[in-house]
């Protein structure tokens, strides 16, 4: 019959030599054999019932239950059905407490701001530090600046994608019109052109006619507007240029 010294079982099922002495100091697990020279050996009966006591441990049951469970002799299929039954009451329980931080950690991400990288993320090339750095320094003092700051800084990820979504449908709007063949006079343009607008002033800063006029001329003069215009469909930075002053010419009417 094969025996193994309590080092050798420490080392073949993780558990200290500590904790093996104390075992068999309160008669959970006593070493069935002894060496000639008086030391600890166990049998492969003890090292089953240490195996239960290890997968009843973890269970974070006491010991003095562990003994008592193991002394009714139920044998090994009994034990292991017990354990069964706990860990998937256990896991059942974990599976919750999961979810329930799950559904905890969503509801405090939703309400944190959009990180830069978030931003860059949806917007891709549309979205630069540097050209932040340097709206805010053309821009910053003016009381438009200070109202999109103020009203963005609370934005969270989910602000921003239903942001793009609109800034999305109204490009949209204004590829159908060019498409169409629509002039930029048109209603189908000048519709798009105070969508455009009242995109901006709802989520932004308050935007007049006569203000989204000079974004319009922006929209021709700087290159990367120009750009990003392009990138949409060939010619639609001058067609929502012209759109836009097309729609701010009938409200000054």
């Not at 934005?155 to 204004?174: G, H, I, L, Q, R």
Request: aromatic share 8%; proline share 2%.
């Amino acid at each position: 019959m094969a025996t193994w010294t309590v080092g050798q079982v420490a080392d073949l099922l993780g558990v200290t030599v500590r904790t093996l002495h104390h075992y068999d100091q309160i008669g959970l697990l006593v070493p069935s054999e002894r060496s000639t020279a008086g030391y600890r050996l166990y049998t492969d009966a003890d090292l089953a019932r240490l195996q239960q006591v290890v997968v009843y441990r973890r269970l974070e049951l006491p010991l003095e239950q562990i003994r008592e469970l193991l002394d009714r002799g139920e044998g090994t299929t009994g034990h292991l059905r017990r354990q069964r039954v706990a860990v998937m009451s256990r896991l059942g329980e974990l599976t919750e407490l999961v979810a329930a931080i799950d559904r905890a950690l969503e509801r405090e991400m939703s309400d944190q701001p959009a990180t830069t990288e978030e931003l860059k993320e949806l917007f891709g090339d549309g979205f630069k530090d540097e050209y932040q750095a340097e709206a805010q320094e053309r821009w910053g003092e003016t009381d438009a600046w200070k109202q999109s700051a103020a009203r963005t800084k609370r934005y969270t990820k989910a602000d921003w994608e239903a942001v793009k979504a609109e800034m999305d449908s109204v490009n949209a709007a204004f590829v159908a019109a060019l498409r169409a063949g629509e002039p930029a006079t048109s209603e189908a343009a000048t519709a798009a052109a105070e969508s455009h607008r009242q995109h901006i002033a709802d989520r932004f800063y308050d935007l007049d006619h006569e203000f989204h006029r000079g974004l319009a001329d922006m929209y021709i003069t700087d290159p990367r507007f120009t750009r990003s215009y392009e990138g949409i469909e060939a010619g639609l930075a001058q067609y929502v240029h012209d759109a836009i002053h097309a729609n701010s010419d009938r409200h000054a009417e």
